[in-house]
């Protein structure tokens, strides 16, 4: 595998149900970001991980968890979501947060809230 | 708060026609600005990222220049073929690569 992959590329889930999306970067990176991108809105930064530190989670509201076990390595953990959270949720990765480094993003995971 | 804008939202054109997107931001104080591509359900692919002290990037048949006290972006393409076919997205970085994204140009290249 190369570059930034992520799974599951789709996922529909309930109101109830408890769920995690799963990013992987083979770049050597250390920096690690999510976005989301909602239907006729930018994409908008949710977390970004530094050195697996959080450095910005953006007021998003705590039914979304993020996890860094590693640089490689980035969960979003989901529990008692809204049907407004159907989105595509793209993962990035980068060298640690500085102006000369670009964000190399995954193919996103498509959420259907129902 | 920075606000990043392009213009047009939608451009179809004709094969083989020199095309430029317009990306427009409110707050000059950036590090660089990138210039992505996304097709349709896919993620996003970096086609150029200018530092703030340049003032444009060439990568084939695309050019990206910066007008950082205008507040300014452009993104050229050069005989634009259907290929090139996607959605565009400018996006500033003001603190160290947390980025602020347009809401897109949707460019179809017509056969």
């Known amino acids: 595998e190369t570059g930034v992959t992520q799974t599951p590329r789709h996922l529909v889930m309930g109101m109830t149900n408890k769920k995690s999306l799963k990013c992987e970067q083979h770049?050597?990176?250390?920096?690690m970001y999510w976005y989301k991108q909602s239907a006729k809105k930018p994409l908008e930064l949710m977390f970004v991980?530094?050195?697996?530190?959080?450095?910005e989670n953006n007021s998003v509201p705590s039914r979304f968890s993020p996890e860094c076990p590693n640089s490689s390595h980035l969960f979003l953990h989901l529990h008692t979501l809204q049907p407004e959270d159907s989105a595509l949720y793209l993962c990035?990765?980068?060298?640690?947060?500085?102006?000369?480094?670009?964000?190399?993003f995954g193919p996103g995971t498509r959420l259907t809230v129902t | 708060k920075q606000e990043v804008t392009q213009i047009p939202a939608a451009l179809s054109v004709p094969e083989g026609e020199n095309l430029v997107l317009n990306c427009s931001f409110t707050?000059?104080?950036?590090?660089?600005l990138q210039w992505f591509r996304q097709d349709p359900g896919k993620g996003l692919t970096s086609l150029l990222l200018?530092?703030?002290?340049?003032r444009e990037q060439t990568s084939g048949r695309l050019n990206a220049s910066l007008d950082k006290s205008s507040g300014r972006s452009t993104l050229y393409i050069a005989a634009s073929q259907p290929g090139d076919s996607a959605t565009y997205l400018c996006?500033?970085?003001?603190?160290?690569?947390?980025?602020?994204f347009g809401g897109g140009t949707r460019l179809m290249v017509k056969p």
């Open positions: 990035a990765s980068s060298q640690v947060p500085g102006s000369h480094y670009e964000q190399y």
């Open positions: 707050d000059s104080a950036i590090y660089n």
């Open positions: 996006a500033v970085d003001n603190a160290g690569n947390m980025l602020t």
């Open positions: 991980y530094s050195l697996e530190e959080r450095v």
């Open positions: 770049l050597g990176h250390n920096a």
């Open positions: 200018i530092q703030s002290s340049q």
